[in-house]
């Protein structure tokens, strides 16, 4: 039985993850650091801005970290905001799952003023209950912020759903116990497998197509 949806934020419900490439070349180039950014990517997506920068620079003070992530992040909202769109279909999806009485929450990595940032260019009309990745939790793909949405939403993890487009997020759906969908948005097909993978699509316009949420069994009131 499914209770709720947990959906992460880049790349999955904002097209967010050309931005962030872009961002970090910037803000790599700023600091003089001749860096391979695609594959800094994928060591780190799903990662904490902390843990990245501490991936990037090594030893590095929490203060310093959260300096540079700052820094980065700045750089990233001012690439995305002229160019913001969602996911292909995802309020759509987002509106279908809550009028099924799924519960819905947010897992991402990003911080507070990078949720601040979607929500306020998404105009959904509401506020997801969300868990950053400046909450004091490890990031993907240790399961402590998917297992901190199911909390707050008070399911389960086996009544979960987890939508992702990074395969670290994939791994920390299976690590809470939670089923995936795979977004298909900045990864393929096959990187986003799993046993626990009940699809991967490449925006939820096919999701709607195939008429996922009708698959699902889903509590009645």
Not at 81 to 104: M, N, T, Y
Not at 115 to 120: M, S
């Amino acid at each position: 039985m499914v209770k709720a949806l947990i959906f992460d934020m880049d790349g999955t419900m904002i097209d967010s993850m050309p931005s962030h490439q872009k961002s970090w070349t910037v803000f790599c180039g700023q600091r003089g650091l001749d860096i391979d950014v695609p594959e800094l990517m994928r060591r780190t997506t799903g990662r904490t801005g902390i843990e990245c920068m501490r991936e990037l620079f090594g030893t590095l003070s929490t203060e310093q970290a959260q300096a540079f992530v700052d820094e980065k992040e700045a750089v990233y909202r001012d690439l995305f905001a002229p160019v913001f769109s969602e996911i292909a279909g995802f309020k759509a999806f987002l509106g279908h799952a809550q009028q099924r009485g799924l519960a819905v929450g947010v897992g991402t990595a990003g911080d507070r003023h990078n949720q601040a940032f979607a929500y306020r260019h998404l105009s959904l009309g509401q506020t997801l209950p969300t868990v950053g990745g400046d909450e004091g939790l490890p990031g993907k793909p240790e399961p402590a912020i998917f297992l901190e949405v199911a909390r707050q939403l008070d399911v389960a993890p086996e009544h979960c759903i987890v939508f992702e487009d990074a395969p670290l997020g994939i791994e920390a759906a299976r690590r809470a116990g939670m089923r995936a969908v795979g977004i298909c948005s900045s990864h393929t097909a096959d990187e986003l497998d799993g046993p626990h993978v009940l699809a991967r699509v490449p925006d939820y316009h096919a999701l709607i197509t195939y008429r996922f949420l009708e698959t699902l069994h889903v509590p009645t009131a």
